[in-house]
């Protein structure tokens, strides 16, 4: 029977695996290694500053193991949404790290690397076209979203690796890309239904996050065969579950049935969960419904400005007692403040203030079903956002002064209201982002979107 | 009568993505889940109400396979955004755990 053997190194390249693991699972003779190096779970910083969130020595480590092993066994390594969130400054850190790691290792190969940040001219002709729609919950998007972004990517499906591995690659350094094509595309090219070959890639892009009990991160491998898949970590301790299997597709997916993918959704419904042994789970029943048209999903980020935020304790029960008048009226004194200081030059809508109440409803905002606290203490942050770095700070100064001796009534005389544990009271956070993009392109062909440059690395 | 925080074997909220909060309810054995699933305490209209959102705005799922119950709703600010309180939307779910089911 004819079976494709596929293994997860790791549910993020930087995350780390246990190299015992990836020795067990080449003993299995995988036909290839896969990793995604992204996520929107960092935030929109990454995507907009043009860092990754892991640590290039953690990359670097993975990566090592990874390409040795792949080397060694002479079969494709494909590595997708590199350096985080797969930009063209991602996609630039991982290569230097792979090229670092040819020559202190000796190794030469051909690598295709594909890149996924988006020209913005493309985009707003798409968008003039009506070939960018929202999906839900979007934000506003124009061509002035388009110019004021720091940085948009398409999320690619799996036909630009599977051209790249024509062409004769054997590492693909991706930019961003949906992480179950890097699984997927593969198997179903030799073979295997498409419903089999995409669920074992959503199981497998997580590594071993659909374990009983994970421990770590670390490799799972699932054996794709014409009408099932058997799921296993590779880490004899390490235990899937008909449960575990079946709860996995819970994670971070707001609907547990349905996924969409660039080319169609992948559909759990009828998906049968069976246990082979107490660590081995076979799946059947998955199945692919191919898409109409063919989407690329965007993930942009805009600099939102510069932030400045202070830490400050109150423990006084009068102050505690009124802290949402308190709040309001700080709010007052420092926008009062700030036109004082700045005259008309900074209006109300260049800087944004803002209090978070720990202690009351600093985790769930306006979500927090308590109303009243009977807290002892609170902490707060005064957080100031602004065009520059230097204005921000100088607003929190302003604020630091503003709010330690904002008077209340139960008190005559000057108090001093705000317990401070830093100094300089206010910490620079540098600059702050967010998501600006929830949309989907419509491109002529898989490829359009995803420029591929083949080098020969050594 | 019991609370869904004491008979679940885990109770998680997570970003779906930067736009989309998640809720899973999950439990260890299915005797358990069929009386939660029995008792129609666990419903859209129910988390509609923890969270305070019409009932329209909640997507809800019973996972009988994964003896779990999940619900997604709207971020009430997109992942990051400078009002945002919870990168990663790991503690949202507090609300829930006090959601009563009758019997024993």
Known sequence: MKEVRVLAASGVCGSGFREESLE????????????????TDPGPYPLGAGTTSFPAVSIKRDMRLMLLAARKAGIPLLIGSAGTAGGTPHVAAVR?????????????????????EQDKDYLKKRLREGRIKPLKPAPDFDEGVIDRAERIVGMMGEDPYLRALDKGAEVILAGRSSDCAIYA??????????????????????????????????????????????????????????????SHSLYENSDPYLHVESNGTIDLTASQYKALDTRRVRVTGSNFRPAETYTVKLEGSEKVGYQSVIVGGIRDPFIIRQI???????HARVHARVAEIYGGKLGRDKYFFNVRVYGKNGVMGALEP????????????????????????????????????????????????VACPYNPAYLERGAVYRFCVNHVVEPDDPYEMFPTEYVNVH | MATIGE??????????????????????????????????????EAVAARYNLP??????????????????????????????????????????????????
């Open chain 1, 96 to 116: 230097r790290i792979v090229e670092e790691i040819a020559r202190e290792e000796g190794l030469s190969f051909p690598m295709a690397v594909i890149h996924a």
């Open chain 1, 24 to 39: 067990e699972a080449m003993g299995r003779r995988p036909h290839f290694i896969g990793c995604d190096g992204g996520s």
């Open chain 2, 7 to 44: 008979l679940a074997r885990l109770i998680r909220s997570k970003n779906a993505g930067p736009f989309v909060l998640t809720f899973d309810i999950m439990f260890a054995d299915r005797e358990v889940y069929e009386r939660v699933k029995q008792s129609g305490a666990l419903s859209r």
């Open chain 1, 185 to 246: 595309g593969i198997p179903v090219r030799e073979g295997i239904p498409a419903g089999i070959a995409w669920h074992a890639a959503k199981i497998l892009e997580c590594g071993t996050a659909s374990v009983e009990q994970r421990k770590s991160p670390d490799c799972l491998m699932a054996t794709c065969r014409p009408d099932h898949f058997d799921v296993e970590p590779l880490d004899p301790s390490l235990r899937c579950t008909p449960q575990s299997i079946a």
């Open chain 1, 370 to 417: 308590v109303k009243e606290i009977t807290t002892h203490e609170l902490c707060l942050l005064l957080e100031v956002t602004a065009p520059t770095q230097e204005i921000a700070s100088a607003i929190a100064s302003v604020t630091r002064h503003q709010a330690l001796h904002l008077p209340i009534p139960e008190w005559s005389g000057l108090i001093t209201g």
């Open chain 1, 324 to 330: 949402d008048d308190w709040v309001e009226r700080l």
């Open chain 2, 55 to 104: 009932a329209a705005d909640v997507q809800f799922f019973v996972c009988d396979n994964a003896l779990a119950f999940k619900a997604s709703i709207p971020r009430p600010f997109f992942q990051g955004d400078i009002l945002d309180s919870d990168g990663h939307g790991g503690q949202q779910y507090a609300p829930l755990m006090d959601i009563e089911i009758p019997g024993q």
